[in-house]
């Protein structure tokens, strides 16, 4: 009879330190990816930030919303929050340029100063990690969704994990977005 209780509280302290880590799993902070210049970025040195991570193209009718990206960037940044851009080529190639390329499209027609990561697939065959967490529940643990366009926006919140979904067409400074960095 002792064995057997031994057995259930060993069993119950394994499964809750299982449980632990697949909750642990379930931040942007397990990622490190690549940015423009070729250097680490390091997911986990944004803990206690609200983060909106968005998938970029520098030919796309949504390519302006840079600007307000900078503007929020510019506005935020101090005050616990990041942006951190994804260069995609998956919706009619609007975004066919080298890493260098867009880094100088970036800063020349924009001065953006927010982090923006190496080019990547967001969507389909190939997707890069950071995008199968933010549009898979089984890794994010809170919804799926598809990437519909360049310049969707994923909020994460301050445990790196993620908050909301928004649609491409949204501006950067929407009301909404606002009220959430703020709050």
């Not at 919303?65 to 609007?94: M, R």
Request: glycine share 6%.
């Amino acid at each position: 009879m002792k064995f057997r209780n031994l057995m259930f509280i060993a069993i119950m302290i394994m499964a809750t330190k299982i449980n632990g880590q697949e909750d642990g799993d379930k931040t942007i902070y397990q990622f490190r990816v690549t940015n423009l210049e070729g250097e680490e970025f390091d997911f986990s040195t944004l803990k206690g930030k609200k983060v909106m991570i968005v998938n970029t193209a520098s030919k796309c009718g949504l390519t302006p919303q840079y600007k307000k990206l900078q503007a929020l960037y510019e506005k935020y940044s101090n005050k616990n929050f990041e942006i951190v851009g994804f260069p995609a080529n998956n919706f009619l190639f609007q975004e066919p340029g080298t890493d260098k390329e867009i880094s100088e499209f970036c800063e020349k027609n924009y001065g953006v100063t927010f982090p923006m990561m190496s080019k990547i697939s967001v969507k389909g065959k190939g997707m890069h990690p950071v995008y199968e967490f933010l549009t898979q529940e089984s890794k994010n643990g809170v919804i799926s969704s598809s990437v519909s366009w360049n310049f969707q926006k994923y909020l994460i919140n301050t445990d790196g994990q993620l908050a909301r979904v928004v649609s491409p067409r949204t501006q950067p400074d929407d009301p909404k977005v606002i009220s959430w960095i703020e709050n």
